[in-house]
């Protein structure tokens, strides 16, 4: 079955502290990956996304990610957090890239960045 | 401005009685999806659409139904609201290149009492 797991749920971070979500997917195929980000009040949007190349990819805001095919994982990190950070994360996956159009994303991490 | 509209922002109705929300996009992007936000759930797909007159159902498509008429609108139907779709919704549109990424709307909150 097509899923995402995120491991946390809640996360609370004090100012300048490092980040790291974790994500792993079971989908099947060449699989597209995505973070993306809901600020209090604001839209999603996205904040990094792999689909080929480098499996280190940069994001807005200083945010990078890493595909690791054999853990089928896509860990978002960020190595000092502002408060500005606070948000509900997502993790999302698609097989655009094997055919496969539907879009199945995780159950999210709210992150609280303490100032 | 690039954007996804949707239409109400915010709905309380009652059982049964049929309501569409609105979802537009000015980007000409083919590809458009209706998601619903649950606590704890994350957000489950609805029903996607490829393009004009091609829909096909995600995760969660019971009780709802989608129509692609016009590249720019794909509206969610639900024909019989039932308290358990209570939910929030989000109507996202992309191109149809690599990766398609997605461009959020703002979000629908619908009460079904």
Request: hydrophobic share 30%; with cysteine.
């Amino acid at each position: 079955a097509q899923s995402v797991s995120q491991h946390n749920h809640h996360v609370i971070l004090s100012e300048a502290a490092s980040l790291e979500l974790g994500c792993n997917y079971s989908y099947g195929g060449t699989v597209n990956l995505f973070w993306y980000v809901q600020y209090p009040g604001q839209h999603l949007q996205l904040l990094l996304k792999y689909f080929s190349g480098d499996p280190l990819v940069k994001g807005i805001k200083g945010f990078e990610a890493e595909f690791i095919k054999s853990k089928f994982s896509f860990n978002l990190r960020k190595p000092s957090v502002q408060w500005s950070d606070t948000a509900e994360y997502f993790c999302a996956v698609n097989g655009a890239a094997s055919g496969t159009y539907k879009y199945i994303f995780g159950t999210g991490t709210r992150l609280k960045v303490l100032a | 401005e690039a954007q996804v509209t949707q239409n109400p922002r915010y709905l309380i109705t009652v059982t049964g009685k049929k309501l569409t929300v609105t979802c537009s996009q000015n980007m000409n992007h083919e590809y458009m999806s209706w998601y619903r936000q649950d606590p704890g759930l994350g957000l489950r797909q609805i029903y996607y659409s490829m393009n004009v007159e091609v829909t096909d159902k995600g995760d969660v498509p019971e009780g709802y139904k989608v129509s692609r008429k016009e590249k720019r609108n794909f509206p969610l139907i639900l024909e019989s609201p039932s308290p358990n779709q209570t939910s929030l919704y989000f109507c996202a549109s992309s191109f149809r290149t690599d990766s398609y990424e997605q461009y959020f709307g703002p979000g629908t909150r619908l009460t079904v009492t």
